[in-house]
């Protein structure tokens, strides 16, 4: 348990950016980042705003130092 509420505090501002801007949005962002999929939405959904955008890069490319 302690290890989980750990890990939950150390991702907890990524969780919040995801969902921002409404879901999928930030999920689909995050994936493209990783080159996992594309972050094509159809109406009524519509992609993260620049702003999210790049908070959700910076915070990925800070994991990503993290597992490297």
């Known amino acids: ?3 989980a509420r750990e890990k939950h505090y150390e991702l907890i501002e990524v969780i919040q950016q995801l969902f921002a801007d409404g879901n999928p949005g930030g999920v689909k962002h995050v994936l493209k980042l990783l080159n996992i999929c594309d972050d094509n939405l159809r109406l009524p959904l519509v992609p993260v ?6 908070k959700l890069y910076a915070l ?3 994991i990503g130092e993290k597992v490297v």
């Open 1 to 3: 348990m302690d290890l």
């Open 49 to 54: 705003s620049k702003d999210v955008a790049d």
């Open 60 to 62: 990925t490319a800070k």
